[in-house]
Every structure is written in C-alpha cells, then in structure tokens.
C-alpha cells in the first residue's frame, strides 16, 4: 500500500500466514487507507466468520476478495477511492432525480427567506446606505457562506455519504483515535497504523494532541452532540416560523382576519404536513420540488421586473464596501444535513445552476422597490409582487413555507438516524422510504414529537415577531461549530496544510462570529427557549452513550470462546470447563436456533442456557443478522456458514438489506437448508453444484474456502468433531469413505433434529446498578440510562417467528 500512514490488518498472531495476501488483495483494489480507521468504512460488510471468529480461520485471498466484492458499490467504477471521502458514481439519470428532489427538500427553507428577511432586518424605514448594506450582506453571505463554504466545501466533509457535524465527527473518529468504538463492530477487523513518513509532521502532531488529550476527545465530543442538538431544536421553531409567516398574508387581503384564525390555520397545515411524512421523502420531494422551482422562478421574475422598473442602481451592493453592520441568516445548515438523503453532486447542482441565482435576483429586486418605497421593507415579498399577481403568489408561499417546513422534518430524520448508529441515542423504529437510496428514513415516533412541540410552539408565540426572536441563533451556532470541525477533516483526514487551513478558517470563522455575536443578543428575548432545548436534547444524548459505554465494559468482562466454555471429558461426553462448574451437558431433542447479537465468540443467550440448564440441543446453529447500507443483498452473497468447536454446531450470518425480510414464520426452515447446503458443500472432498443447490432458494451459502482441507474451524464447514487445528490434517489423510461417512451423519443429526423439534432461544439482558462502586451522580445517570433502555428496548412479541416456539432466557450485568 503506498497510502500515507496506512494500516495493516491485524488478525491475531496464527492469521499472520494470510496478512501479505490480504495486503496484496486491498493494494489491487487501490482503496487507499489514509491513517485512522479507514477500512472500518466497510467492516460492517466483512464476514465475522474471517475475522474474529471462535477458532482462528486461516482466511484465503479468494475469500477475502469475495467478501470486499459486496461493498464494491461504495466506490468508483473502477473500483478505487481516494483520500477524500468515498461517494459513489450515481448512473445520470439518477443524479437528475436526485438534484431534482433535493430542490423540493433542501431549498424550501432558505428559498422562503424573502418573505421575510428585510422585514426582520429593518425596525423602521432603511436609509438607501442601510438597505445597500443589508443586500450586500445577503448577497455575500449567499456566496460565501452557501456557495464556497457549505457547497464546494463543506460538502465534501461527508460521512459515507452522511451530511452533518455527527457525520463529520464520525469521520474524524474513523482517522484518528479519539472515541470508544462498539465492541460488535469494532472487534471485526483490527487495524493499526503503520508509519510511512508520508504525513505532514504538522498534521500528525496536531492528531497527536487530539487522540491523547482528554480534554480534547470532550470537546469534540461536546461539539458534535450539540451541533445535532441545536439542529433538532430549530426544526421545532422552523416550520411554525415558515407556515406563520406565509398564513399571515391573508391580513394583506382582510385585516379583519384574527391571530386565532392564522394560528388554527398554520397548525391545520403543519399537523397536514407531518401525518404526509409516511409517504417517503422520495415522494414528497418528487411532489414538492414542482412547488420549489415555481416558486423560485417566481421570485427571480419579480426581481427581474423590480430591478428593471425601480432604482436599478441597488447592483452596487456587489461592493463588500456595503456589508456594513446588518447581518441575518437563515436555513443553509439543512444543505449539510439532507446530504444523506441527496447525494453532494445533486446538492451542489441544484444550488448553482437554479436556487442561488434565483434568491440572488429575488433580494436584489426587492431592494430596488424599497429603495424607492422604503414602506415596503415590512411586507418585502406581497408589497413587490407585480399587478395581477398577488393572489396565485399568495397560494404559493403559502405552498412553499409548507415545503420548507419539509428540509428541517428530513435533517431531523437524517440526523438522528446517524446518532442512532453511532449508539447516542437508542434504537427507535425507523423506516427506509426508498429502495434505492440508503439515506432517505422516515422515523415515526421522531415525526409525532416533533408535530406536538412544532404545533404547541405554533399556538403559544402566535406570529413571526414573537418567532423570530427565539429563531435563528440555533442555525449561526451550528454555522461557527461546522467551520470549527471542517478545519480538523481538512488536517485529518484530506492532509492539507495547516496553514493554508488557517488562511482558509480564519475569514470565515470571523464571518460565522459576527453573525453570532449579533444572534446573541436576541437570547434575553426568546432565543434562550431553543439553546435550552438543544441543551437537553444533547444531555440525553451524551447520557445515553456514557451508558452504553458502560454496558460494553460489563459485557466484554463476560465474553468467551466456545473451546473455552464447552469441553470433551476423558469419557468422550461434553461437559461445561471446569471455569463454569464442569458440569456434565443432557443432551435435548431437537434443533435450535441461538439468536447471537454479536456475531463473533459465543453468543451470550448460548453460554446463559448452559449453564441455567446443563443442557444444550442435539444441533445448534448462531444465528446472526447483519443489516448493510443498501436495499437488497443477493441470494449468493447473503449467506455464510462456518463450524464450531463443538459438533453440530454452526454459525450463520445472514447478511441483508434494509429492504429484504429475513426474520419470518418460515426461518427455521431457511437456517436448515443454508446449513444442509453448507454441509454438503464438502461432500466426497468438492463443492456442491452451485446451480443445483440454488434451485430452491435462489443462492448457496458461501462457506470460507473451497476444499475441506484448506482451513480450520470457523472459516469452513467440515465433518471434523475435533479441535478445528487438527482438521486440515485428520481430512487428508481420511479415506473418501470416511469422509463421506462424516458428512451423512452431519447431514442425518441436521434433518433429525429439525423434523423433530424446533425452538428459537432468545436473550433478554437486564442491566443493574452497582451502588458501591458509583457515586450519587453516576448512579443518577446510569438509573436514568437503565429506564432510557428498558423502555426503548425491541419487544420479543414483535418478532415474526412462531410464538410457541420461542424461549426467552434473561440473565443480567452489572454496571
């Protein structure tokens, strides 16, 4: 690998025999590691059974180049990726979808700002300086801020294609050392870091600070937990602001219309809104991107006409000179958050080519009317329509504020789903609306909280003025915090200098704090009601994780390898190790099926129902399903079956995508046949026929290598019941007879077992608190993160198995 500061993988001292080949593999596929935990990007998709499994599997290049084949559409077409984060070459036709949603989705926001931008800028009548002032700094903050940073920059600050400050956190962790990883992920694949000197000495010594100092590791943290909690707190405020502001019109065309009446309308429409949202953001982007573009384009005409009719001469304020002292902002940060649900390239050009020119004339427009009517600064966008257009402009903000409302609903959506997977939040249902892109979910209980909170804000501030006050300072902060830790990804991730980092910083850093030295001041007068907000939202979030990160120590203190659980006595009869009693193990009629939560050692339900019970069936099978980030997974790709220590026990993971069924009435059945197949696989010393054995269920299992004397234990199925380190060598020397013998005895126990009995054996883990070794406050926090769980926690009478056939064993740890 010629990638600076790159990794190796590090899978334990006997899986040395592999590592240059698995060097070699990775060079060819050129996906260049740049330091940190690079190739972490695709261990979710490597398969447990190569790395970390029970026995130490001699894992072969062949194998290793299969598993990296499902991940292959992370990448380019030729298979490669750079430095910079990975971002998959969309088809064309898909990339105009895309661009085209996201204009109904990301756009509505900042695109209804002209209705109200110089209304809120302005107290009183602007002097020609003044308004020349503040379009300056709409018209530089729109290209500075929008266009360089956030477009062309911050854009490419991605997470897997994930947007956000989490997502740029998550990014930050992946190169660099400064955060605790998921045991079930992290101990897949191990890589460490091996010097090439390619580094700048600069970069690494600021990775250096960052990955020892705690101080640092806290700060980071802190910044990203309230990055995301300020988000989530502006999308209460966001689209009772919009709606209000457009339903308030209707005073334009009757005064005597009541606050009551534009406030029971403006929740009518957002409670409308909300109950739309399990449609899918496919479908409400395809529906409301129509509205977007007329609106747009409406506003772009009525600049055009105002800028020809009135004083033409506000085109000065392209000057810097004006950009005086007035500074407002509004909706960008939803550019970054969407970016999950969109892709980089569709943002980027649905933003140049259409919406920025489009406000860009929209303001400049305005400005020429109030240039010559200052009146018109309270109601910029009804006093500026031209003759003959006032009514369709109204059903169309109105229309429009309703979409903007919809770019908060999805970064909330996004946003969370990302604090979901990093385990800062717990795991709540949630619902992927498209079977093409992984990024657009719909979560319900988020949709329902956020109709009640955006309804109540609604009824209690009554109207913009009120609104505003507490709007906005969420967004500037959120602005400042992007800048702060898109630098580090600069330095981190893409190396670049770290002076020309500064230079870059620097100016928009001064920018992002004068726009929130000047929302500050609005705290005293409702603004503090939404960092109070994102203040609480980002404690449960950090609670949560301190709690997980406690849950993970107390199960790791518990895990094991099954040739250290289960033993051969002298007498040939199993038996618990003596470290658990060495108590002799009844055999069970029947087949079960152990639900494994982690997918590598012993699953933790398997080693509780040995020794509650001293018992264990006549053949077992781990059961682990692994989601990956794409809808579907292929038949041929989904499964994998390895042996055990013990005989007649599997383990199979079943990889799937987030649109494919897998827990079923019918799943016994599934397992049996992936794991008869496997069986088979190695019948007379070849592989089974691959056509043959797809004829009922579409795909055979893969089983870690192609002949039953090139590995050992967990990386192939082999009718061995010894140590897997004596397999390779008891099978050569094995007649064909032997061999084939061995298999149909597997095959007889299998077919058996499942005619006679099924049972599903679920595990329940119920958390306790250690009250002598935690203080009052950390008793507090890991009370509150035990209750968090238990009310959170997936039901067992949810799953789509056979009640009947169920077993529930609870067992519990200490924290």
């Known amino acids: 690998m010629s990638a ?27 996906i260049q590691s740049h330091d940190g935990m690079t190739l972490a990007a695709t261990e ?31 990448y380019s077409k030729d298979g490669s990726s750079s430095g910079m984060p990975a971002h998959a070459v969309l088809p064309r036709l898909n990339l105009i979808r895309l661009a085209y949603q996201s204009t109904g989705v990301i756009y509505g926001d900042i695109g209804t700002s002209p209705l109200y931008v110089y209304s809120s800028t302005f107290s009183d009548n602007p002097s020609h300086v003044d308004l020349l002032g503040a379009l300056s700094i709409i018209i530089w903050s729109l290209t500075l801020i929008v266009s360089i940073k956030y477009v062309c920059i911050v854009l490419s600050a991605n997470d897997e294609g994930e947007g956000g400050t989490f997502a740029m956190y998550s990014l930050l962790s992946r190169y660099s050392h400064i955060t605790k990883h998921d045991p079930k992920t992290a101990k897949t694949v191990k890589i460490k870091r091996y010097r090439t000197g390619d580094i700048p000495k600069s970069n690494f010594t600021i990775r250096s600070f960052l990955e020892k100092s705690r101080v640092a590791h806290a700060v980071l943290k802190a910044l990203a937990v309230f990055g995301v909690s300020l988000i989530l707190a502006d999308s209460i405020l966001t689209p009772a602001q919009s709606v209000l502001g457009a339903v308030q019109g209707l005073k334009v065309i009757n005064e005597s219309i009541s606050r009551s009446t534009i406030v029971g309308v403006s929740c009518t429409i957002l409670v409308i809104l909300f109950l739309l949202q399990p449609l899918g953001i496919h479908r409400l982007g395809s529906a409301f991107a129509p509205i977007v573009i007329v609106w747009l384009t409406f506003n772009m005409s009525f600049g055009i006409y105002n800028l020809v009719k009135h004083d033409w001469t506000v085109l000065k304020a ?56 200052p009146t018109a600064y309270s109601n910029p966008f009804f006093k500026t329509v031209p003759p003959g257009m006032f009514y369709p402009s109204l059903v169309l903000s109105i229309l429009a504020t309703i979409v903007a409302s919809q770019a908060m609903i999805t970064s909330t959506f996004q946003l969370l789903s990302q604090v979901m997977n990093t385990s800062y939040f717990p795991q709540i249902t949630m619902i992927y609306t498209s079977t093409t892109f992984h990024g657009q979910v719909y979560i319900p209980m988020a949709n329902w909280l956020m109709m009640i909170g955006t309804v109540i804000v609604t009824a209690v501030y009554s109207n913009t003025t009120k609104l505003g006050h507490a709007y906005g300072v969420c967004v500037i902060l959120v602005t400042f915090i992007t800048t ?23 100016p928009f850093a001064t920018l992002d704090g004068l726009y929130l030295t000047s929302a500050l001041t609005k705290l005293p007068h409702g603004a503090w009601f939404t960092v109070l907000l994102a203040v609480i939202l980002g404690s449960i979030f950090v609670l949560w994780r301190y709690g997980k990160e406690q849950q993970w120590k107390s199960e790791d203190i518990h895990r094991c390898e099954l040739r250290h659980l289960v033993v051969e006595g002298a007498d040939g009869r199993r038996r618990m190790a003596e470290k658990y009693g060495g108590a002799e193990l009844t055999t069970i009629k029947g087949f079960g099926i152990f639900f494994d939560k982690a997918g590598d050692t012993v699953p933790t339900v398997y080693e509780e129902f040995l020794r509650k019970f001293e018992a264990q069936q006549e053949v077992h099978v781990f059961l682990h399903l692994r989601t990956l980030s794409k809808p579907h997974v292929p038949l041929e790709d989904r499964y994998t079956v390895s042996c055990t220590s013990v005989n007649n026990c599997y383990r ?37 026929t691959i056509g043959e054995s797809r004829e009922r269920s579409g795909g055979a299992p893969k089983t870690g290598m192609d002949d039953p004397a090139g590995g050992s234990g967990e990386a192939s199925v082999c ?48 958390l306790r608190l250690i009250c002598g070794r935690n203080n009052w406050f950390k008793r507090m926090i890991l009370g509150t993160f035990i209750w968090m769980r238990e009310n959170t926690r997936a039901k067992i009478a949810k799953m789509e198995v056979p009640v009947e056939k169920l077993v529930e064993v609870g067992f519990v740890r200490e924290i």
Request: with cysteine.
């Open 318 to 373: 392209f000057s810097p000179y004006f950009a005086g002292n007035f500074f407002d902002r509004n909706g960008v940060e939803a550019l970054f958050a969407d970016l999950g649900a969109f892709s980089a390239r569709a943002v980027r050009i649905s933003w140049l080519v259409f919406a920025y020119p489009c406000l860009l004339l929209a303001y400049i427009g305005q400005a020429a009317y109030i240039s010559d009517d």
């Open 484 to 506: 702060c830790m898109v630098s580090l990804v600069a330095i981190i991730v893409w190396r670049l200098n770290w002076l020309l980092v500064l230079a870059i910083w620097l």
């Open 652 to 688: 199979l993971i079943i990889r799937h995508g987030y649109n494919d069924r897998v827990v079923s009435p019918d799943l016994a059945k599934l397992v049996h046949e992936q794991t008869r197949k496997a069986i088979l696989g190695f019948a007379v010393g070849r592989p089974v």
């Open 4 to 30: 600076p500061d790159a990794h190796r993988l590090d899978i334990s001292p006997e899986h040395n025999t592999a590592t240059n080949s698995l060097r070699k593999t990775w060079s060819r596929r050129s």
């Open 719 to 766: 009718p061995n019941t010894g140590a897997p380190s004596t397999i390779s060598s008891e099978v050569r020397h094995r007649t064909v007879e032997e061999f084939d013998a061995a298999i149909k005895r597997r095959v007889e126990a299998l077919d058996k077992a499942f005619a006679t009995q099924v049972v599903y054996i679920v595990g329940k883990e119920h």
């Open 44 to 74: 979710k998709e490597v398969d447990e059974s190569l790395f970390g499994a029970d026995d130490g599997p001699n894992v072969r290049e062949s194998d290793f180049r299969h598993k990296q084949g499902l991940t292959s559409d992370r």
